[in-house]
């Protein structure tokens, strides 16, 4: 690691290890949903702020208004839903740009949940942070209210291809978000990368591992650009006018090249695009593959709560007008054959693989019955493998995974 001082640095984030006890236990998701510009790629319920206040839907004070709704939205979960007092193992800020609010509203929100829920004092709390909205004390704010943990959305180091996925900040600023965040104190940073991104060459996919790599963050996220139904991007490429997309077999290069080098460097691929040093994988996501509960707040935010599935309204003028009960639809997961497929598609994301004998103690099912013929079939195929009652993906399935799970809807 290039930094020095670490005790010293290491405040925020000095509890290290995922404990295998806080498995099943509630997590919180805060959805915020404002950005300064809306990314050409982005299908994430997320909106241009200044848009929004230029439309009508937001004010100037668009940040307490949120605020007050979502402790609103709170408060009425926790009556509906039976909460209060439950213990919390993670809370995760997403957005959208959290780190766009104040620091003293991301406070508010943390300081409401410790008065509703048992906050554990090892808890992992991550607000994302995207470069431009990002800086020294902004940080040293948010380490103070009790966030240990930061994400920042780099995505590329290259100015070119940052302009390409229409991002507003530049490699340095992104250089210099990372370094203002180990300044404040936070010692389990994670970094966002994509790769795959328009004319794109593997050489400039190395460029950037290696640049992510040369801030020692402690977790990366290393995603291939997918075109999302409902982007700008999609209605280029369904017009014929996105270029440069790099072919099947160079972003195939790049996946390899992306593993080879992030395990060279001691990285573990925990799941498909994800990766920790030891002992800094992400509880809050970890809990989410393993389908675990979770509480989500914000305007389209999901909850899994029991056997409920229930989501927001995902505009945030809609969403803050009906704040004390802002459900837009909900499902009760009854059915087993429903929730073996989730439990599937979902752990199987996970290098470990899923337990089928845990899988079939949540579910209540058995998943040999219902998916018996199927995994034989992927196994024929060599994209899954067994053993000691374990199921995982193989490296050929790795590469194929959205085919391979998509079988388990
Ligand atoms: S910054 Fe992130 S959430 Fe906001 S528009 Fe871009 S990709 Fe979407």
Not at 112 to 132: D, Q
Not at 182 to 209: H, K, V, W, Y
Not at 246 to 275: C, H, K, Q, V
Request: proline share 5%; with cysteine; aromatic share 8%.
């Amino acid at each position: 690691m290039p930094h020095t001082k670490k005790d010293a640095r290491m405040r925020h984030g000095a509890e290290p290890e995922e404990k295998t006890e806080s498995v099943r236990a509630l997590s919180i998701y805060v959805h915020i949903p404002f950005c300064l510009a809306k990314c050409g790629y982005c299908d994430f319920n997320s909106y241009a702020v200044e848009g929004l206040i230029a439309l009508g839907r937001a004010g100037e004070d668009w940040a307490p208004r949120y605020v007050d709704a979502l402790l609103r939205e709170l408060e009425g979960r926790c009556r509906a839903l039976g909460l209060e007092g439950r213990p919390v193992e993670t809370v995760f800020f997403g957005g959208g740009t959290p780190s766009l609010m104040p620091p003293e509203e991301n406070a508010r929100i943390l300081e409401a949940l410790r008065g509703r829920f048992r906050l554990a004092p090892g808890a992992e709390v991550t607000v994302e942070a995207n470069p431009g909205a990002a800086d020294a004390a902004r940080f040293a704010a948010l380490g103070g209210a009790g966030v240990n943990r930061i994400s920042i959305g780099v995505q590329s180091f290259d100015d070119e291809a940052l302009r390409r996925l229409d991002r507003v900040h530049t490699g340095e600023e992104a250089r210099a978000a990372f370094r203002a965040a180990r300044e404040a104190g936070f010692g389990n940073i994670s970094l966002d990368l994509m790769f795959g991104i328009p004319f794109q060459t593997a050489e400039a996919a190395r460029a950037d591992i290696e640049s992510a790599l040369a801030l020692g963050p402690e977790h990366l996220s290393a995603y291939e650009l997918t075109i999302e139904p409902g982007t700008a991007f999609h209605a280029l490429h369904s017009r014929g006018e996105l270029r440069g997309l790099p072919d099947e077999e160079t972003a195939l290069a790049m996946w390899r090249l992306r593993d080879r080098l992030l395990a060279r460097a001691g990285y573990e691929r925990y799941e498909i695009s994800n990766f920790a040093r030891p002992g800094r994988r992400c509880r809050h996501n970890l809990n989410y593959w393993r389908r675990g509960e979770y509480l989500g707040l914000g305007a389209g935010a999901h909850s899994f709560i029991g056997r409920k599935r229930l989501w927001n309204h995902a505009r945030p003028d809609a969403y803050q007008a009906r704040a004390d009960n802002p459900t837009a639809g909900e499902e009760i997961i009854e059915d087993a054959a429903k929730a073996l497929g989730e439990a599937l598609m979902l752990g199987l994301r996970l290098k470990e693989g899923v337990s089928l004998g845990e899988v079939a103690r949540a579910c209540g099912a058995d998943p040999e019955e219902r998916f018996g013929p199927l995994f034989e079939e992927l196994r024929g195929g060599g994209l899954l493998e067994r053993g000691n009652g374990t199921l995982r993906l193989t490296p050929r399935g790795t590469l194929l995974a959205n085919q391979v799970l998509a079988r388990f809807m």
